[in-house]
């Protein structure tokens, strides 16, 4: 109870501060684990609920990609039961409905037997859910179920405090813009990013988004600018206005003043009608300039002044117009290096970066690759109508080796593409797919160039049969190998379980029931 209301206490300041509910992963495991840790399931997981569906902030026992994942009720019918329960659900062992962990709880893609959930309300209102799984049939029969109730409530109740929170720190956000305009006031919704490159992101993004700042957004292909534009535009007073994308290197050179501030009817030969422009559609709202950098240098001097005088005047029209507009300018290149080689204008280049954000590329945040991975994943899930599908450690190890010159972009369709293959494999060619199926990506499937091949092929016979040792079941083998890295790790820091974990760079309360399991810990 001490170490529940230590971690409770934690969890409260970092909620007082605007810290939302999805970027406190830490604290949410180490409540969850202080409430359920003791239990006898293989892995429990607290979720979110979102519009789209429910988003795990805390799981024990499971893979760190699971957090990426969204979990629809209509896609998931043991969450939907769960959802639609009053009290603490539980599943016949011999349930025919999917369970969403299938697969995910070990290597072995075991399928799981127990499960049993609670659904975390507020009234009416579905907060999140409770869920606990195990691979052995009956062993979650001993949990009580007034026990469970009581855990779900205190996790119903921080939930609850974290929305309100969230809540009031949105009202008196707007209430400032309003009236205080200048005032940078901190902000909340910080997606759950695990690297400290995409935390500074944040960071400053929450700073600039309320203000009225043009925004200049540079980074490499890939790495997900277009949606750091869409975020500068929600979290901004503008949020109910247009959000209008245009893409500056696929207008035609001729008519990129024309799509850009209008023209009237006869303007031109073609202009058969008006048109209003991007900049007047935009009007009240954020008009993202996409691959800016491609904008030509006749049409640079335009551009300024329309940010500079604020007004547009459509061709052929004979009188100007206000537009009330915020920019987010977005380039793949270095503009400081085109103005400096003459190809884009200095004072137009300073009158986009008042605020420059840089989007870190996906080499320098190896730690949001599970996340990202595991969003990917739950997506082909879905489009190949699978039970489940999953990274074996080969794979996850490949993906976090792999430096993605592609950024996120490449890192999603390579995993298309080896969700793909590996469901191939388990569907041969002539026989009928299965789509009940848990099918699990190896490294081979993801085809990565630096893969070295020849780890992927069985070591030669190096001994004859009759003088190799017996063959063990692999589960034994891994537990055995857990076993003494483990306690290896925990001779080295004097028994120190927290200090074991950092080193293991695992979460504390998984390597807490691992080590139960184990045997390692009463």
């Not at 990129?256 to 559609?281: K, N, P, T």
Request: aromatic fraction near 4%; glycine fraction near 8%; charged fraction near 25%.
């Amino acid at each position: 109870m001490t170490v529940f209301l230590h971690t409770l206490r934690d969890l409260l300041a970092d909620l007082s501060v605007g810290r939302g509910s999805d970027a406190l992963p830490e604290r949410w495991a180490r409540l969850l684990a202080a409430l359920v840790g003791d239990y006898p399931a293989d892995a429990s997981t607290l979720m979110v609920a979102h519009d789209d569906g429910l988003q795990p902030v805390a799981v024990l026992g499971l893979d760190d990609e699971v957090r990426g994942r969204r979990f629809s009720l209509a896609a998931h019918p043991r969450l939907a039961a769960i959802a639609a329960h009053p009290g603490v659900c539980r599943f016949p062992l011999d349930s025919p409905l999917p369970d969403p962990f299938d697969g995910l709880l070990d290597d072995t893609l075991s399928h799981v037997h127990d499960c049993m959930g609670v659904a975390l309300r507020d009234g009416d209102r579905l907060l999140g859910m409770l869920t606990l799984d195990a691979l052995t049939p009956g062993c979650l029969a001993a949990i009580d179920d007034d026990d469970l109730l009581a855990a779900a409530g205190l996790l119903a109740t921080c939930l609850r405090l974290a929305q309100q929170l969230s809540d009031t720190r949105s009202r008196l956000n707007q209430a400032l813009d309003q009236h205080f305009p200048d005032q940078d006031a901190p902000r909340n919704s910080t997606p759950d990013w695990q690297s400290p490159a995409m935390r500074r992101l944040e960071e400053s993004l929450a700073l600039v988004a309320p203000t009225d700042m043009s925004v200049l957004l540079h980074g490499e292909t890939g790495v997900g600018k277009e949606r750091i534009a869409r975020r500068v535009h929600a979290l901004s007073a503008r949020s109910q206005g247009p959000l209008v994308r245009v893409n500056c290197a696929a207008l035609p050179e001729s008519l990129i003043e024309s799509e850009l501030f209008g023209h009237r009817r006869g303007a031109f030969s073609g202009a058969v009608r008006d048109h209003r422009g991007h900049f007047a559609m935009a009007h009240e709202g954020t008009l993202m300039l996409d691959e800016i950098g491609e904008l030509p240098l006749t049409m640079q001097p335009k551009l300024l002044r329309v940010l500079q005088e604020g007004e547009i005047q459509p061709l052929g029209s004979e009188t100007s117009q206000r537009i009330n507009v915020r920019l987010v300018a977005v380039t793949n290149r270095d503009l400081s290096q085109e103005v400096a080689a003459g190809r884009f204008r200095e004072d137009l280049y300073h009158r986009l970066s008042v605020f420059p954000l840089q989007v870190p590329p996906l080499r320098e945040r190896r730690e949001d690759v599970p996340l990202l991975a595991g969003r990917f994943l739950e997506d082909n899930r879905v489009r190949l109508g699978l039970a489940n599908l999953r990274l074996d450690l080969a794979a996850e190890h490949a993906l976090l080796a792999w430096p993605w010159p592609g950024n996120i972009r490449e890192l999603e369709h390579t995993l298309g593409r080896a969700a793909l293959r590996a469901f191939g494999e388990q569907s041969p060619r002539g026989q009928s797919a299965r789509r009940d199926a848990v099918v699990r990506i190896a490294a081979h499937h993801l085809e990565l160039p630096t893969l070295p091949t020849d780890d992927l092929k069985p070591p030669e016979p190096s001994a004859p049969e009759a003088h190799r040792a017996p063959l063990t079941p692999l589960r034994e083998a891994v537990e055995a190998f857990q076993r003494q890295h483990i306690a290896h790790a925990l001779e080295a820091h004097d028994g120190n379980w927290a200090a074991t974990a950092r080193t293991l760079q695992t979460d504390g309360g998984n390597l807490h029931r691992l080590g139960k399991r184990l045997g390692l810990k009463p």
